[in-house]
Nanobody
């Protein structure tokens, strides 16, 4: 089992930045591919970014490419999502996810999910 706890969400004005983090426990973190997703009211859960086990490879959704950066610290068992130039459309609950397979944009490839952290961007 893997436990994931997100933190670092909050309220920010448009154009601002946030850096949610996700702390993992219960399994060797460096063996897990990690991803970030978000869920806005009335929309499907959306893939944002993923990172492989070593942190050397990343992949982003077009909607956040150039604005969001995923990173991980295997010594701290933590994955981060640096979010810049935030827009009201980025308002959602942000989830991290861990997978035992290769890093992926598909929800079905993730085995464990956190409870989410709310991000609200005001105009």
């Amino acid at each position: 089992q893997v436990q994931l706890v997100e933190s670092g969400g909050g309220l920010v004005q448009a154009g601002g930045s946030l850096r949610p983090s996700c702390a993992a426990s219960g399994r060797t973190f460096r063996l897990l591919a990690m991803g970030w997703f978000r869920h806005a009211p009335g929309k499907e859960r959306e893939f944002l970014a993923t990172i492989n086990r070593s942190g050397a490879s990343t992949y982003y959704a077009d909607s956040v490419k150039g604005r969001f950066t995923i990173s991980r610290d295997n010594a701290r068992n933590t994955v981060y999502l640096q979010m810049n130039s935030l827009e009201p459309e980025d308002t959602a609950i942000y989830y991290c996810a861990a997978g035992l397979r290769s890093y992926s944009a598909r929800r079905s490839d993730y085995d464990y999910w956190g409870q989410g952290t709310q991000v609200t961007v005001s105009s």
